[in-house]
């Protein structure tokens, strides 16, 4: 099988189900809100039922305040996007990428977009009226945190974080399957390091819960980005951290 036609299956399934959504900004938005339900719904489930770390009741508390406006707001906009032509639209070729396109782009993703919301991130820290008005909203909360803390931001803070998070696929020309996947995949990352579990293997290259944990609890902002460690490595804001409790989703299974 060559290079070429790896991905065009899964492509034509999109083309096929979605017909001209595919080419529609509400494609790569709906991936977005994919990438933050699928990830908070399954660990809001471990937490519930599995490890039993928090409440039905304390959950659903935390999604209520994280997302009834940011849902209502997509809501709103998928119909638009559906029925409302717009003047803008996204390149839908026949064609899938190739594989080796579509790797390079994923990294390029990561890599810019982890740059870049790191630095936002490290901006929003150091000047004090934009910390205390806006990005405090999101250090309200305290470890343990539930994974729709990440959600917990100011209106203002979640546009720019949306922006330096999907920079690539805003600023340069993808595939509307490379960027769907990206969108999705960036998005569950961010999700994913506020969920206070040991993953081992995702631990080994993502921002983990246990430096995020650390960044919610220090006053000085070390482990400021949630999406690689690499620029923290690079610009000195690294800092070492561990589970206080061994909490997997597995050893909750076991328990």
């Known amino acids: 099988m060559g290079d070429a036609s790896v991905l065009q299956p899964a492509w034509d399934f999109l083309r096929d189900h979605l017909g001209s959504f595919v080419s529609s900004p509400g494609f790569i938005l709906s991936a977005v809100v994919l990438g933050i339900y699928v990830p908070g719904v399954v660990f809001s489930v471990v937490d519930v039922f599995v490890a039993k770390r928090m409440t039905l009741r304390e959950s659903l508390a935390v999604y209520w305040r994280a997302m009834k406006w940011y849902s209502a707001v997509y809501a709103v906009a998928l119909p638009v996007f559906v029925f409302v032509p717009l003047p803008i639209s996204l390149t839908a070729p026949e064609a899938a990428p190739t594989l080796g396109v579509f790797a390079r782009d ?15 991130h490290r901006i929003e820290h150091q000047v004090g009226w934009y910390a205390k008005r806006v990005h405090r909203v999101h250090h309200v909360d305290r470890p343990p945190l539930s994974i729709w803390t990440a959600m917990v931001v100011h209106p203002v803070e979640g546009f720019s974080v949306f922006v330096f998070f999907h920079i690539y696929g805003i600023a340069f020309s993808l595939h509307p399957f490379t960027f769907a996947v990206a969108a999705f995949a960036m998005t569950a990352v961010t999700m994913i390091t506020h969920c206070g579990y040991r993953l081992p293997v995702y631990d080994a290259v993502f921002a983990h819960a246990a430096g995020h944990d650390l960044h919610h609890s ?37 328990a």
Not at 241 to 252: C, G, I, L, N
Request: hydrophobic share 45%; glycine share 4%.
């Open 218 to 254: 220090n006053r000085k902002p070390t482990n400021i980005s949630v999406v690689l460690s690499v620029c923290d490595r690079l610009f000195g804001t690294y800092q070492a951290a561990t589970y206080e409790v061994e909490r997997t989703p597995a050893a909750a299974l076991a």
């Open 106 to 120: 994923l990294i390029l993703y990561f890599l810019l977009g982890d740059f870049c919301s790191y630095w936002w």
